[in-house]
Nanobody
Framework: QVQLVESGGGLVQAGGSLRLSCAAS????????MGWFRQAPGKEREFVAA????????YYAEPIEGRFTISRDGAKSTVYLQMNSLKPEDTSVYYC???????????????????WGQGTQVTVSS
């Protein structure tokens, strides 16, 4: 089992930055791919970014590329999402998630992740 707790959300002006954190507990964190998703009101939850268990591989959804950076700190069992150049359309609840299986398989869909945090609200004003 993996428990995930997000933090770091808030209200920011367009063009600003935020860093989200996801603290994980559970001994399998170190071997799992971790991801970030987001969900805006009335929309489906969508993939944002993911990072492999060894931090070697990262990938991002196209609208995010170049603006957000995902990273992880194994010693702290924490995953981060640094968000720069924020836009009003980035306003969503952001969720941290852990893959179902260890290793790397480039998961991008909700169903490929087994563990989820409670979410943290990010609001970008214009």
């Amino acid at each position: 089992q993996v428990q995930l707790v997000e933090s770091g959300g808030g209200l920011v002006q367009a063009g600003g930055s935020l860093r989200l954190s996801c603290a994980a507990s559970g001994r399998t964190f170190s071997v799992l791919t971790m991801g970030w998703f987001r969900q805006a009101p009335g929309k489906e939850r969508e993939f944002v970014a993911a990072i492999s268990w060894d931090s070697i591989t990262t990938y991002y959804a196209e609208p995010i590329e170049g603006r957000f950076t995902i990273s992880r700190d194994g010693a702290k069992s924490t995953v981060y999402l640094q968000m720069n150049s924020l836009k009003p359309e980035d306003t969503s609840v952001y969720y941290c998630a852990a893959d179902r299986v260890p290793g790397w398989r480039a998961p991008r869909t909700v169903n490929e992740y087994a563990y989820w945090g409670q979410g943290t609200q990010v609001t970008v004003s214009s």
